[in-house]
């Protein structure tokens, strides 16, 4: 079932309640002296020990694991201290996404510490495309690098590693990409995602295993414990900005290294991130992974996007207060840039499908035109699935050539559909959720074809319909203050740690609903005597039914504590309106 909202078709979501058990939360509440709401939530989501959620409220890093667990770490460090102690060219090759900058900024700067002034390298998005290419190995190889470590890439790179090994250069892979059986002929390749070694304790991002490499050259170096451990917690604030950007799960070592790395980031020493901060972002408000997911990454991937990603190498690097200040101008006017490209690519694609597409029938969305911009096609793929939860492409056309990217839904991996497609394309990459693809044009009705039987075989009707997980049912007597408050304890909140939701069923209005600002919609909800104010963010077209104020609903949100003027009152984010047995 579908319901209509500015025009667009958005699927009806499906609650999932996570399994209760209120007996343990209980005990544990008990136990640990902690709020009986935490750890009710706690416990619905897999923490079912007084440990458990003593380790996940508590992260310490020491938690953090040995960074030789990783294989070829071992390799990759005799490699890394035989360039360092003979004064060998180092080059760092990078990407132009947050993940990369982080990474490529992380390692320049432990180079820096260790003597070293590396050359690095961040491919031209629009002409070279994500990755290693042979004329960078070339340009590399003529400016004399004898080593070439590469971070957040180069696990797919069989060619260009070879002509980079035939040229002198050896190569230390580190990424975190999907892994195929063969691998390139690097000297090491340190990916936690590799088939032959897989690495189980957390899924790292690229800046995550950069981060090992230099936890583990620290031990290779012999550097005093003390002082190693000083760098790697100054570095943490680089660290939280690429994991979060990179959306990989804020739990295990994620968690710790995100939470620490969002208190080191208030009182950053690095002058350009400062910069940013300061231009973007209210000092009042606290810094959460939000602040990095809306403000920061946004404006860092402006700069990739168009093609200037060094400026962010520049900004994370530099210690030039005024040079800060250009550069974060230039990232904000970039940004903006961004924006109206985004949505005049997203309204031709909306038009596209109207006009082309019977929506009902198509499993993955392709969708082309010619002259759009590559650098925003990723996120325009994100918007369309955002509106029909369904597996979506964006191809930019220049003539004989499309090249754009996807972006799936949970439960299905784009990037194995894309593997069994491949004979329609001419590269690819990517992983479960997100890739990258160039195809010839007279190719993309075949390719649509195959991938749209692929998913038929794959994807049941009901994956096509989002899920909107509740943590529990709760009353309007248990949204306390008190108990909002204790919530927090739960931070850093993102992917595979989302905000906690719950529901009302059978709740009512006090009054009519009223839009404010643009297109919120804002409610006042009472039952059983109390009232609690609610808002949905652009959603004021959602819920027609919700104008009739004899009907009742379940409604789910999130609570938070709102401020103002000194005073707190606990208000409701909606998540989504449902009327009991009405469809």
């Known amino acids: 079932m579908i319901r209509r909202r500015n025009h667009s078709l958005y699927p009806i979501k499906s609650w999932e309640f996570r399994s ?3 007996d343990a939360a209980a005990s544990i509440s008990d136990e640990l002296k902690i709020n009986p709401l935490l750890a009710g939530v706690l416990v619905n989501r897999g923490y079912d020990s007084a440990a458990k959620i003593r380790s996940f409220l508590h992260p310490r890093l020491s938690s953090i694991k040995d960074p030789f667990l990783l294989k070829d770490m071992d390799k990759a460090m005799e490699r890394l201290v035989k360039a360092v102690n003979g004064n060998e060219k180092i080059c ?25 002034e590396p050359d690095y390298y961040i491919p031209n998005r629009i002409s070279e495309g994500y990755g290693l290419n042979t004329e960078a190995i070339k340009r590399i190889a003529r400016k004399g690098a004898k080593l070439l470590i590469t971070v957040d890439n180069g696990i797919s790179s069989f060619k260009e590693v070879a002509l980079a090994n035939s040229l002198g250069i050896d190569v230390i892979i580190t990424d975190h990409h999907q892994a195929e059986t063969d691998l390139p002929p690097a000297v090491a390749i340190v990916n936690p995602n590799r088939k032959d070694f897989p690495y189980i304790h957390t899924p790292l991002c690229g800046v995550g295993v950069a981060f090992k490499f230099i936890h583990a050259a620290f031990k290779a170096f012999e550097v005093d414990p003390e ?11 680089l660290v939280a900005l690429g994991t979060v950007a990179d959306i990989v799960p804020l739990t295990g070592e994620n968690r710790t290294l995100v939470k620490y790395g969002l208190k080191k980031m208030e009182t950053t ?28 990454a946004p404006r ?30 230039r990232l904000n006017r970039l940004n903006d840039e961004r924006r109206k490209l985004e949505a005049d690519i997203l309204d031709s694609c909306l038009r596209y499908i109207a006009d082309k597409m019977d929506i009902e029938k198509q499993n993955v969305l392709i969708v082309h035109g010619e002259g759009w911009h590559f650098g925003v096609v990723g996120i325009v793929a994100s918007r369309l699935l955002e509106r029909y ?32 497609c491949n ?3 001419v590269e690819y990459g990517g992983h479960k959720g997100a890739v990258g693809l160039t195809l010839h044009t007279k190719d993309i009705a075949k390719f649509r074809d195959a991938m749209n039987e692929y998913a038929a075989d794959r994807l049941n009707p009901e994956e096509h319909v989002p899920r909107l997980v509740i943590d529990a049912e709760v009353e309007p007597e248990d949204l306390t203050l008190e108990n909002i408050a204790a919530l927090s304890a739960m931070e850093p909140l993102g992917t595979g740690n989302p905000s906690p939701v719950f529901c009302i069923r059978e709740a009512g209005l006090l009054e009519p609903p009223k839009v404010v600002g643009r297109d919120h919609l804002k409610l006042l909800l009472c039952k059983d005597g109390l009232s609690i104010p609610a808002i949905g963010f652009s959603m004021a077209e959602s819920y027609p039914d919700i104008h009739d104020l004899s009907r009742k609903f379940d409604i789910a949100f999130t609570p938070y504590i709102n401020q103002w003027r000194g005073y707190k009152n606990v208000e409701l984010e909606i998540r989504d309106i449902q009327f009991p047995n009405e469809g």
Do not use: W
Not at 270 to 296: A, R
Not at 306 to 327: N, R, W
Not at 414 to 420: C, E, G, K, R, V
């Open 20 to 22: 209760q058990n209120p």
């Open 92 to 116: 760092i090759f990078g990407d132009y996404d947050v993940d990369g900058v982080t990474s490529t900024a992380l390692l320049i700067r432990f180079l820096q510490r260790m003597g070293k």
């Open 227 to 237: 002082s190693a451990k000083d760098f790697l917690y100054s570095m943490m604030d």
């Open 269 to 296: 020493d690095k002058v350009g991130l400062s910069t940013l901060l300061q231009m973007n972002c209210p000092s009042d408000k606290e810094l959460t992974p939000q602040t990095i997911s809306f403000t920061l």
């Open 300 to 329: 860092i991937n402006a700069a990739g996007r168009a093609d200037q990603a060094s400026l962010c190498i520049d900004l994370l690097l530099t210690q030039d207060h005024m040079k800060a200040i250009e550069i974060a101008r």
């Open 389 to 420: 939860h369904k597996p979506s492409i964006v191809l930019t056309v220049d003539q004989k050539i499309a090249r754009g990217s996807g972006r799936s839904i949970p439960g299905f991996d784009i990037f194995q559909a894309l593997t069994d």
């Open 423 to 425: 004979e329609y394309l």
